[in-house]
Nanobody, 115 residues
Framework: QVQLEESGGGLVQPGGSLRISCAAS????????MAWYRQAAGKQRDLVAL???????NYADSVKGRFTISRDNAKNTMYLEMNGLKPEDTAVYYC?????????WGQGTQVTVSS
């Protein structure tokens, strides 16, 4: 079992920055992949960015160059640094943890970009 807890969401103005975090606890095995997904109102849940336990990253085209994903393996924590935020970034952001066999989801944290 792996528990995921997101934090750091909130209201930010367009062009602003925000960092959200996901802390994992429980039985964590490597290799694994942690990822951020987001789901806007009335839309499907889409991949934002992922990072493997080895540090390999990948980004959705819509956030490339603006968002940076990172992780601290010692703390079992993943981060998403969001810069140049746009209203269309408004969504619930979900943390995902995937091993060879298991996959887990966090409860999500709301990010709202509005003036």
């Amino acid at each position: 079992q792996v528990q995921l807890e997101e934090s750091g969401g909130g209201l930010v103005q367009p062009g602003g920055s925000l960092r959200i975090s996901c802390a994992a606890s429980g039985s964590i095995f490597s290799p694994n992949t942690m990822a951020w997904y987001r789901q806007a109102a009335g839309k499907q849940r889409d991949l934002v960015a992922l990072i493997t336990s080895a540090g390999t990253t990948n980004y959705a085209d819509s956030v490339k160059g603006r968002f940076t994903i990172s992780r601290d393996n010692a703390k079992n924590t993943m981060y998403l640094e969001m810069n140049g935020l746009k209203p269309e970034d408004t969504a619930v952001y979900y943390c995902n943890f995937r091993e060879a066999i298991r996959s887990f989801w966090g409860q999500g944290t709301q990010v709202t970009v509005s003036s």
